[in-house]
């Protein structure tokens, strides 16, 4: 831990002694809130130069975190240090190949720009390694050993490849066909999870899982990132559906999370309510939440200066009340009705 937050001391130095400086008056989230005139508890500095750019956060004169990017050749090595916690990850092509967070290192391989492995060690002991393999440009199978209690075995059966997963008292089967991957999780002949995953000719994979009758289905783009999830009740109804946006540095932008609640139960018919709720993001942390009722806003918190949570609440389209909450969330310091 001391040499990796002594690597980021001497890049912070070498970056400061060519860059540019910039102060901002900030918050918790380090959000850029106009130019620094002391007004805020928090100050942000930022450091422009050909080699990379630092990010520093500060509280009362007191360095809390601090974010360093760093370029050379195709490589990029990104290092965020808060409470003393380091976090470095490199990149390069805009891959990340290795990220080691406290005592977590992962490795990632890749063929081409085709993810094949991923190992996990904590204190320098594997825990997990993957292994992924393809059919042509998709996805077609993936291997998981956790611990050292897992065992596997794999066979062709026609045109079919099978793969059978042991792990202690459980057992899961995997058959994959052409660009369709199933999946059965067993405990003795109790048939816990059911799983397939569909690969498409874009490079998109759809994971449908079911357990207690009940279904998820998960969407990746052909970068591999999430961008749906929805929930399905025992009688094929749609619960919910979670829609997540990035930027175009795949950053998180935006969740949408839209939940079919049923607020009446006749026999004849079923009445529901549409609640969404919207999260904006701003450098992986939350800056904004609305809620809405059948399209209706309800609810809308945003954080100020000091990291409160600041909500505003609305009735019949009307503001009627703000409440502010103490730092864990949960206690309320004010309440101010319109």
């Known amino acids: 831990m001391k040499k990796n937050l002594l690597t980021i001391i001497i890049a912070f130095i070498s970056l ?11 918050n918790a989230l380090s959000q850029r809130l106009g130019s620094y005139d002391g007004s805020s508890k928090y100050k942000l500095v930022v ?17 809390i975190q601090s974010t360093i990017a760093k370029i050379d050749d195709n490589y990029k090595v990104v290092s965020t240090t ?8 490199t990149y390069k092509d805009n891959l990340l190949i290795k990220s080691v967070c406290g005592d977590i290192t992962i490795t990632n391989t890749y063929q081409d720009t085709r993810l094949i492995s991923k190992a996990v060690k904590k204190n320098n002991k594997l825990i997990e390694f993957t292994r992924f393999y393809y059919a042509g440009n998709t996805l077609s199978a993936i291997l998981r050993q956790i611990g050292d209690d897992s065992s596997y075995s794999m066979f062709r059966t026609g045109e079919i490849n099978s793969l059978l997963i042991s792990e202690n008292d459980n057992f899961r089967e995997i058959d994959v066909h052409g660009t369709l991957m199933s999946s059965q999780v067993f405990e003795g002949e109790q048939q816990l999870l059911l799983s397939k995953t569909e690969a498409l000719e874009d490079g998109s994979i759809i994971i449908s899982s079911t357990k207690n009758n009940k279904e998820t289905k998960e969407y990746y783009n052909s970068e591999g990132f999430l961008y749906k999830k929805e929930l399905f009740d025992e009688n094929q109804v749609l619960v919910s559906t979670l829609e997540i946006v990035y930027d175009g540095d795949w950053e998180l932008e935006k969740e949408i999370l839209v939940e079919n609640i049923k607020s009446r139960d006749d026999l004849e018919y079923d009445i529901f309510t549409k609640k969404s709720t919207i999260n904006y993001y701003n450098k992986g ?6 809620i809405y009722e059948n399209d209706v806003l309800i609810s809308s918190s945003i954080y100020n200066l000091k990291g409160q949570r600041v909500e505003k609440l609305y009735k019949d ?14 206690k309320i310091l004010d309440i101010v009705y319109e």
């Open 285 to 290: 942390k939350i800056s904004k939440i609305e």
């Open 82 to 89: 808060e409470n003393n916690e380091s976090c470095i990850k």
């Open 317 to 330: 389209g009307s503001l009627y009340c703000s409440i502010t909450y103490a730092l864990d969330d949960k």
């Open 16 to 26: 400061s002694l060519c860059a540019k400086s910039i102060e901002y008056n900030s």
């Open 47 to 63: 450091l422009e130069s050909e080699e990379g750019s630092t990010t520093s956060l500060f509280l009362d004169n007191k360095l």
